[in-house]
């Protein structure tokens, strides 16, 4: 596949998520999710043409990888919070927010958040794989250096996932939520060398659950924490 193409695929789930949360109205926000999940899911399969065959046998190695990397992340996610982040104002305002669009979408207590958080930490992780690493790195990396690869892929998860933070801190986007965002960017590069060492997703998978873990209960630890 052309790697224009890949690049402009790439950049819709970023688009989606703007277009769902700055352009149309709020009740519009679920159902562009979804579609944009529904997207990333079928149209890597249907472009490339993979017939699907029987998975690769997973290794010690990925999983030992796996926890390796997400438990080295999440002390630095821990860390960031606790040491830097923690009460500060912005992070209160962030939580507001974040609370109104869970409220929005029946999130409304910590049962149904922990539900949300075990969908983002299991299923959303491998979709975010499957589509970050295996098609956009995979597909780049046909036609890049994979170091080159790496980086444009990653460049534009971090992307994706600034739009979402600019959401959440829209008042503080350059203070706190393009160094996440930057942070995403450095992931995605871990992420893709690792799928280009291993030639499995097997140790992504494992360290993005692991890391999507903490995040959900840093998360929880902003809208619950103090009550």
């Not at 970023?14 to 009740?27: C, D, E, Q, R």
Request: aromatic share 12%.
């Amino acid at each position: 596949m052309n790697s224009l193409w890949v690049v402009l695929i790439l950049l819709a789930p970023g688009a989606a998520m703007w277009i769902s949360f700055f352009v149309t109205p709020g009740h519009w926000t679920t159902p562009i999710y979804v579609a944009s999940k529904l997207a990333v899911l079928a149209l890597p399969l249907w472009l490339v043409r993979v017939r699907p065959g029987p998975p690769a046998p997973l290794m010690k190695l990925d999983v030992l990888t796996g926890i390796g990397v997400g438990v080295g992340i999440s002390l630095l996610i821990v860390g960031l919070y606790y040491g830097v982040l923690q009460g500060r104002p912005e992070l209160s305002v962030a939580a507001e927010v974040i609370r109104a669009k869970l409220h929005s979408a029946s999130v409304d207590s910590p049962g149904r958040f922990a539900a949300m958080a075990l969908f983002v930490s299991i299923g959303n992780s491998a979709i975010e794989e499957y589509f970050w690493r295996w098609f956009g790195f995979g597909q780049l990396r046909t036609h890049w250096p994979p170091l080159v690869a790496a980086l444009a892929s990653s460049l534009l998860f971090g992307v994706h996932h600034l739009v979402v933070l600019i959401k959440y801190f829209a008042g503080s986007a350059w203070t706190i939520g393009l160094p996440l965002a930057t942070g995403t960017v450095l992931g995605g590069v871990i992420w893709c060398l690792i799928y280009h060492l291993r030639g499995s997703l097997y140790a992504n998978w494992v360290s993005h659950i692991v890391i999507d873990v903490v995040i959900m209960l840093v998360a929880y630890d902003m809208l619950w924490g103090a009550a």
